[in-house]
């Protein structure tokens, strides 16, 4: 219910609640439901009719007109008061029309009853209606922004390469400038042709500092040494470093797209979705479609109704609509819209049938029914097109994460080796000028040679960082079981598929000791017991295999205003995919974190998302 009364809110503040769709249903509401009881002719009472919805449609028209010039928070105050006032004005415009056209309208006795009636049906349909709609447009914008986001994916490969090109391009060139410096460092003049004083890599910058570019002031002298230190070595390792933690190029390209996608389908006119891209029907929460039927049907029923038909079809209401809402979620149903439509369909044909045993007309007793009816299947179609919109959002969230991790892992090695490489310049370059310039404040020759070749032999390295064969650590949670063991009941359960993904040492296996070490953290903070189980496995999924982490604390987390509690969007185990939800006893964080094709078994299909 929680969920409807948002999708509601958000669907009045859209600035698109009338639409095409609202007109539609205003003109089929007007020759069937809410057609007056007039005495004339039919038609004169059709006549009456199309004159009447011409001028609902009018205004309805202008509402549309304004409410799109209108912010958000205004929006819903003027939309449901304008709904309001057009709903209730239509029986008197409705008189009128009958009236001119010679017929009879009903006693005046009835219009209270009748305006209420309209306010309350119209209000209720056209909401029901625009939550639909903007389900609708959100779920193809969220269907675009999967595509763009499983493009994204197909293009790691592409940006994998390129970034392992810029990478190796900036280690070289990071050398290859250090290494033109060299004759500083044995007492001659540095090259000073424009190609030689500056990096031939945007990722390496230029020295900043004047002596790393000039010869020293004397063969005695080390302060060209502190120069080329300060200045030549420090500006490339800080390069180096930069690159290693920089975006991929076109890191902001999903982004743009995301923005233009969304753009585009705030401005797109509503439209009904392609075949087979809205999951049409789905349980709509308890008491729903109870409650909305009493309120459209109160005020029609205290008109027209005697007390004793009443409230014989209120009892049949209350405990036909338990009675629909129990059996629709029993557990084992394997189609729970089909039962839930067949029992409101019973319930329908029960209020009916009260209404025909009290005596009530065949046109007035088939009222109940039908409006039964219908207000189940248009609840069961706004929880399915809802429904249908959290599953794409969350496959939508799901490919993003994913096209993330695929990027950040087929960069690793790259990232990895230039930050081995600008550790060697620092580390080794850097620090031994530094003890070079303490231990030599007047160097020989014989003393710069020295240095020359030890710094030729570090550039040696530098070049050959990316030549070097990295083995994967092993990730291992035995120090979480020991550090955490000691505070709470720790259980730690580990397949051998997971122990051998584990042992790998890969990207996932990583972002696995991460979730697992939130976990327990959040246990040991936040739970009321003072117990967590832990729980790894790999499962075969559409994208391949998954290694699954389970962290189950026991007692419930802290929530705020009422709400359960959730990770943080910006924290960093909710961006490598994991989910905060309720559990038995207790909550459950939980990921699947796609493996690598050498840890992995070969993909399966997979149910959850055919096609």
């Not at 599953?391 to 950040?408: C, F, N, T």
Request: charged share 15%.
């Amino acid at each position: 219910m929680t969920r409807l009364i948002a999708a509601v809110r958000a669907s009045v503040q859209s600035g698109r609640y009338v639409t095409g769709w609202t007109l539609s249903a205003s003109f089929l509401l007007s020759f069937t439901v809410m057609a007056p009881s007039a005495e004339g002719t039919l038609t004169q009472v059709l006549l009456a009719g199309a004159a009447t919805w011409l001028c609902v449609a009018a205004a309805l028209i202008a509402l549309a007109v304004t409410e799109r010039r209108l912010v958000a928070r205004a929006r819903a105050i003027v939309v449901t008061i304008g709904v309001i006032l057009i709903a209730a004005a239509r029986p008197v415009v409705a008189d009128a029309w009958l009236r001119a056209a010679g017929a009879t309208p009903p006693d005046a006795w009835q219009l209270p009853f009748r305006m209420l009636t309209n306010a309350v049906t119209w209000l209720v349909v056209f909401t029901a209606i625009a939550v639909i709609v903007d389900a609708v447009r959100s779920l193809r914008t969220v269907n675009a922004l999967l595509r763009a986001a499983v493009g994204e994916r197909a293009r790691v490969d592409r940006r994998t390469a390129a970034f392992d090109t810029r990478a190796r391009a900036a280690v070289r060139s990071a050398a290859e400038d250090v290494a033109r410096a060299l004759p500083t460092l044995a007492g001659h003049a540095a090259p000073t042709s424009p190609g030689a004083a500056a990096p031939t890599s945007p990722g390496a910058a230029a020295p900043t500092s004047p002596g790393a570019a000039s010869a020293p002031s004397s063969p005695g002298d080390a302060d060209d040494v502190r120069a080329f230190a300060t200045g030549r070595v420090r500006a490339v390792s800080h390069a180096l470093v930069d690159l290693a933690s920089a975006p991929l190029d076109d890191d902001d390209a999903l982004a743009d797209e995301f923005s233009a996608q969304r753009s585009a389908a705030r401005h797109a006119p509503a439209r009904q979705a392609p075949p087979g891209q809205v999951a049409v029907l789905s349980v709509p929460p308890r008491w729903a479609v109870t409650v909305i039927y009493a309120v459209c049907l109160l005020p029609f029923a205290i008109r027209a109704v005697p007390l004793t038909e009443l409230a014989l079809g209120a009892a049949v209401a209350v405990a036909g609509g338990a009675l629909v809402d129990t059996v629709s979620r029993g557990r084992r149903l394997r189609h729970r819209v089909r039962v839930f439509l067949a029992a409101s369909l019973l319930c329908a044909v029960a209020l009916s049938l009260v209404s025909v045993l009290c005596g009530a007309p065949a046109l007035r007793a088939v009222v109940p029914g039908v409006v039964y009816a219908l207000i189940a299947v248009g609840a069961a179609a706004c929880a399915g097109t809802l429904r249908a919109l959290r599953i794409e959002q969350r496959r939508l969230s799901g490919a993003v994460a994913a096209a993330q991790r695929s990027g950040r892992a087929g960069t690793a090695p790259a990232r990895e080796a230039l930050a081995e490489a600008a550790e060697l310049l620092h580390r080794d370059v850097q620090g031994r000028c530094a003890v070079f310039v303490l231990a030599h404040p007047q160097p020989t020759s014989a003393d710069r040679a020295e240095l020359v070749d030890e710094v030729t032999q570090t550039l040696a390295q530098v070049g050959g960082v990316f030549a070097r064969e990295r083995r994967a650590v092993p990730v291992s949670l035995d120090g979480i079981v020991q550090t955490w063991g000691r505070v709470i009941a720790l259980e730690l359960t580990v397949s051998p598929a997971a122990r051998t993904a584990l042992d790998a040492g890969s990207q996932a296996a990583r972002d696995a000791y991460d979730i697992v070490a939130e976990g327990v953290l959040n246990a040991v903070k936040h739970s009321a017991q003072r117990r967590a189980d832990v729980a790894l496995d790999v499962v075969a999924t559409g994208a391949g295999d998954a290694l699954r982490v389970r962290v189950r604390s026991y007692g419930p987390l802290p929530g705020t205003a009422g709400t359960e509690a959730q990770l943080r969007p910006a924290s960093h185990v909710a961006a490598l995919g994991a989910v905060l939800s309720a559990g038995t006893g207790g909550a459950v964080l939980e990921a699947a974190i796609p493996l690598p094709a050498r840890v992995a078994a070969p993909a399966v299909a997979s149910t959850e998302h055919p096609g």
